[in-house]
């Protein structure tokens, strides 16, 4: 019903940048949060960077001051500028959506299929 597609990742340095997108697409009546996670090997999915229909924002601790979450309603796509990588950013990164497919249906949460960042000199 919807899809929701990133780009983005790859290998940088340390102290380097990427900017991650993610499109939603499918049958979207509305978009509440947009959100990116990420997970490292043998570590648990953690909330990164979270953004909410309306502009509210919150980041985990880990990435305050170095990351920037943003959203284009009109393109349904939300996106991660990632400064001064360190490796322990090192993760698969998925986008996470809260969408409701019709004004009668419950909003429901959807996932893409990650996009892997490396941050390794």
């Known amino acids: 019903q919807v899809q929701l597609v990133e780009s983005g990742g790859g290998l940088v340095q340390p102290g380097g940048s990427l900017r991650l997108s993610c499109a939603a697409s499918?049958?979207?009546?509305?978009?509440?949060?947009m959100n990116w996670y990420r997970q490292a090997p043998g570590k648990q999915r953690e909330l990164v960077a979270a953004i909410s229909s309306g502009g509210s924002i919150n980041y985990a601790d880990s990435v305050k001051g170095r990351f920037t979450i943003s959203r284009d309603n009109a393109k349904n796509t939300v996106y991660l500028q990632m400064n001064s990588l360190k490796p322990e950013d090192t993760a698969v990164y998925h986008c996470?959506?809260?969408?409701?497919?019709?004004?009668?249906?419950?909003?429901?949460?959807?996932w893409g299929q990650g996009t892997q960042v490396t941050v390794s000199s």
């Open positions: 499918g049958s979207i009546f509305r978009i509440y949060s």
């Open positions: 996470n959506a809260v969408v409701a497919t019709g004004p009668a249906s419950l909003p429901s949460a959807y």
